[in-house]
């Protein structure tokens, strides 16, 4: 007897693990689970990862996406923000669903596009990942060739930077070469918490308008 998707329950914060998936089986299953669903998935080599967020994950992707939105738009650069779309590559055998990411030098790209194939698409420019329930793996993202990757975990914001195909961790971002990231991600999160998320972007505005 067969189980099919719909017949399990993974509950937020746990993750599902499935062995020697083809790539024609992690086809169905994105199928399957379809577009609105609360589930990301991560699938390298056979091996899927389908893992359900916490409200706690959620809250600190939307600010950070939030943050880096206001950052773009105030330095009039040019972007699109994919969200959770599916990145995969059937050639690499990769697939993945960032928090959210960013095309920004790539932008022009994807422009009009509601897939995204990296088998002949650019990656993201920028692809972010809250780890405060899992860890992200930074193998996807580095076979799949995404400049870079920021990781907020417990211990606040981490930069990877692809560098000859390996991540190097880096204390700026190449896409905010002058704007002290960490710094800002770490504070205005770490001030969400204590007075809400509208109050903290608010106080980044403020600051950046003194400062830029």
Known sequence: MLLELKQLRIQPGQQL??????????ENILAELGEHRAARISYSYGLLEIMVPLPEHEKTKEIIGDI???LLNELSINYDALGSTTLKSEKMRQGIEPDTCFYIQNQAAVIGKNRINLSVDPPPDLAIEIDLTSRTQLDNYQVL???ELWRYGKQ???INVLQDGKYVESNVSPTFPDI?????????VQQSQVVGSSQAI???RNWLREHL
Do not use: C, H
């Not at 693990?17 to 992690?26: H, K, N």
């Not at 002290?180 to 205005?188: D, M, R, S, V």
């Open 202 to 204: 608010q106080a980044f």
């Open 156 to 158: 606040g914001l981490q």
């Open 180 to 188: 002290p990231i960490i710094e800002l991600i770490n504070q205005y």
């Open 68 to 70: 880096v939105k206001i």
């Open 145 to 147: 060739g995404v400049p």
């Open 17 to 26: 693990l499935l062995e020697d998936v083809s790539w024609q089986q992690f």
